[in-house]
C-alpha cells in the first residue's frame, strides 16, 4: 500500500487513479478523510470513475458526485439570476473560480464544490451594481461599521451578500487582489479580455483563470486549500495548452504584464511537483526557470498540511503562511491598525478572507 504522511496522498490519487487500487481499508479511510477536509470528494469520485473501488467507497463516492451535480446546478442558477438582476446595467458580468468553470464547461470544474458565486465588475458600476442587487434580493452579510469601510476603501471586492430567500451568497469583485497589496493588476485589460460562455456571462481568458488562480494562491491567501487551487492550474493548463500550442508563452507574457510572473511560476513548479503538470519553460522569446526551488518545499508543506484523519497539521507552518497573507496585502502600519482593531473587537478581519 502507498503511504503518505499527509495531503500528498491525495494528490497522488488525483494524478494516477489506479494508484488507489494498492490502498487498504486505512488507506482508503485516510484518503477519503483528506479529500473530505480539502473540498474535492466530488473531484476525487470523478478521477476514480473508472477505478474498481470497494462497495463502501463507491457509496461515499456516489454521494459525492451526485452532491457536486446539485452543487454545479445550483451554481449555474445563481450565475443565471445574478445575470437577471444586472442585465439592465448594461456592463459584463465576468464569472470567477469554480462557476466560471462549470459555465465554461471545463475540467477544473468536473466535481469541484463550489461555494460562494464571485463576479468581476468595472470598479466604477460597483454602486449601481450593489443598488441593483440588493433590489434583487441579496442582503449585507456583515453589518459591522468598520468592516463595511475597510472593504469599500482597501479591498478588492464589496463586502459579501447573501440572499435572504436561497441563502447564498455573492462575492462582487472589481479586481483580483486587495487595493492595499504591493501588486496591482490591470482590472480594465481582464475584463476586456473576457470571453462569453453564455448567453449574458463572461469569463477570464484562459490565460487570465490561471494567473488569478495563481494570484489568489500566492499573492493574496495562506494558502489554505492549496491542493484544490493547484488542481485547478493542473487542470486548466492541460486543457488549454491542447487548444492552443503556444498556451504557456502567452500565459507568462501575460503574468508579466500583471505584475504576477513569480506567482505563477511558483504554481506551475508546485503543479508539477504534486500532480505532473506538463509546464513548459523557456529561455526565448521569454526566459522562465521552472526548476524546483528550495523554498518549494515550505509552500508543499503548508499545501499538504493533512493527516490521515483530515486534520490540520503543522501549526506552526500554518501560522506562518498566515502572517504572510496579512503581510502581503497591506503594508506594516496599515497591518498592525488593522489587527489591533479587530482584536479590540474580539473578531477576525475582512483580510482573513
Not at 138 to 160: F, G, I, N, T
Not at 234 to 247: G, I, N, W, Y
Request: glycine share 8%.
Amino acid at each position: 500500500m502507498f503511504r503518505a504522511p499527509d495531503g500528498r496522498l491525495l494528490a497522488r490519487a488525483l494524478r494516477l487513479p489506479e494508484s488507489t487500487l494498492e490502498l487498504d481499508a486505512e488507506g482508503w479511510t485516510a484518503l477519503l478523510a483528506i479529500a473530505r477536509a480539502e473540498q474535492m470528494l466530488g473531484t476525487l469520485a470523478w478521477r476514480l470513475g473508472e477505478v474498481a473501488v470497494p462497495p463502501a467507497v463507491g457509496r461515499i463516492l456516489g454521494d459525492a458526485a451526485r452532491s457536486a451535480e446539485q452543487g454545479r446546478v445550483v451554481a449555474l442558477w445563481e450565475a443565471e439570476a445574478a445575470r437577471r438582476a444586472l442585465a439592465p446595467l448594461g456592463e459584463r458580468i465576468v464569472l470567477l473560480k469554480g462557476t466560471a468553470f462549470v459555465a465554461a464547461d471545463l475540467r477544473a470544474g468536473q466535481g469541484r464544490s463550489i461555494g460562494d458565486l464571485d463576479i468581476l465588475v468595472p470598479r466604477a458600476a460597483l454602486d449601481r451594481v450593489e443598488a441593483a442587487l440588493l433590489d434583487a434580493g441579496w442582503e449585507w452579510v456583515k453589518p459591522d461599521p468598520y468592516d463595511d469601510a475597510y472593504y469599500r476603501q482597501w479591498m478588492h471586492e464589496l463586502p459579501p451578500l447573501i440572499h435572504r430567500d436561497r441563502d447564498r451568497m455573492i462575492d462582487v469583485h472589481h479586481t483580483i487582489l486587495p487595493l492595499t497589496a504591493r501588486i496591482t493588476p490591470n482590472a480594465a485589460a481582464l475584463l476586456a479580455d473576457a470571453v462569453e460562455v453564455a448567453p449574458g456571462l463572461w469569463a477570464l481568458s484562459p490565460e487570465d483563470m490561471v494567473v488569478h488562480a495563481a494570484a489568489h494562491l500566492f499573492a493574496d491567501g495562506d494558502l489554505a486549500g492549496g491542493i484544490r487551487n493547484l488542481w485547478d492550474i493542473d487542470q486548466l493548463c492541460r486543457q488549454f495548452a491542447v487548444t492552443q500550442p503556444d498556451f504557456y508563452v502567452s500565459l507568462y507574457e501575460r503574468a508579466s504584464e500583471e505584475g504576477l510572473s513569480a506567482q505563477v511560476q511558483r504554481a506551475l513548479r508546485l503543479c508539477w511537483q504534486l500532480y505532473d503538470t506538463p509546464a513548459v519553460g523557456y529561455t526565448s522569446p521569454i526566459r522562465i526557470d521552472l526548476n524546483k526551488r528550495w523554498s518549494d518545499r515550505l509552500y508543499l508543506r503548508r499545501v499538504t498540511a493533512r493527516d490521515g484523519w483530515g486534520r490540520a497539521t503543522r501549526p506552526v507552518t500554518r501560522m506562518a503562511f498566515y502572517i504572510r497573507s496579512h503581510w502581503l496585502r497591506m503594508p506594516p502600519a496599515m497591518l498592525a491598525r488593522h489587527l489591533w482593531t479587530k482584536w479590540r473587537k474580539g473578531g477576525a478581519g475582512p483580510a482573513s478572507g
